[in-house]
């Protein structure tokens, strides 16, 4: 099994022998890293792109929007690098789509990347699948599919706001739960904390 180091390296030197610049080549390494982490076929589509990036033309974007069309696939390297760099304007947008985007699996970490800038969780949903990027700690999702991913149609981001999944009288109950560890302050306890007995040599 190659090792996330050797996935970082390759991804990298790949990226960059096709034509993206070092820095673009730098994270592409770190998002393919991520993805096979996460369980998601990276180095699989990181090939496949690749191979077909030197020979189809794809439309770059420079200034994201809240609405993102294309009749030339949008390059999902380029697209990721630019949404990672405006996500604090586009976050304040609460919703952001895009129409047809090449190979949609190597968008994903720049989101799951964007999560933990931000500070939200960020709901993705690609055509018919649904991906909850946690913070770039974890990534949910309903899709299983571990083979190439070409193109996607329909890709919306949905940046949410952090709410406690427990209603308030949950919250009350278990805390009062965890008093019963709560310890009764004595004055020998008081002493004990407050330093007493502790000898000053200066």
């Known amino acids: 099994m190659k090792s996330l180091s050797e996935i970082d390296t ?10 993206f610049s070092w820095g673009i080549a730098e994270e592409v390494g770190i998002n393919n890293r991520l993805l096979e982490m ?26 994201i929007s809240k609405l993102n069309t294309s009749k030339i696939p ?10 990672l760099d405006q996500i604090n304007s586009l976050e304040e ?20 990347r964007a999560s933990e800038i931000i500070g939200k969780k960020i709901l993705l949903k690609i055509d018919k699948n649904e991906f909850l990027l946690n913070f770039n700690q974890s990534i949910y999702s309903n ?3 571990k083979e190439i991913w070409e193109r996607a149609e329909k890709l919306k981001v949905t940046f949410m706001e952090n709410k406690d999944l427990f209603t308030e009288s949950e919250w009350k109950e278990i805390y009062k739960l965890s008093e019963d560890t709560f310890v009764e302050e004595t004055d020998e306890l ?4 407050a330093g007493a007995g502790l000898t000053d040599n200066d």
Do not use: H, M, W
């Open 38 to 63: 996460f369980g998601l076929p990276g180095i699989k589509n990181l090939n496949y792109y690749l191979k077909v990036y030197k020979k189809q033309k794809f439309q770059n974007i420079s200034l």
């Open 10 to 19: 390759i991804s990298k030197r790949a990226s960059r022998a096709v034509g």
């Open 143 to 145: 899709y299983f599919n």
């Open 93 to 112: 947008l609460g919703e952001i789509n895009f129409d047809n985007i090449a190979c949609p699996i190597l968008f994903i970490p720049f989101l799951s």
């Open 190 to 193: 008081k002493q004990k904390t």
């Open 74 to 83: 949008y390059c999902p390297i380029v697209t990721g690098v630019n949404f």
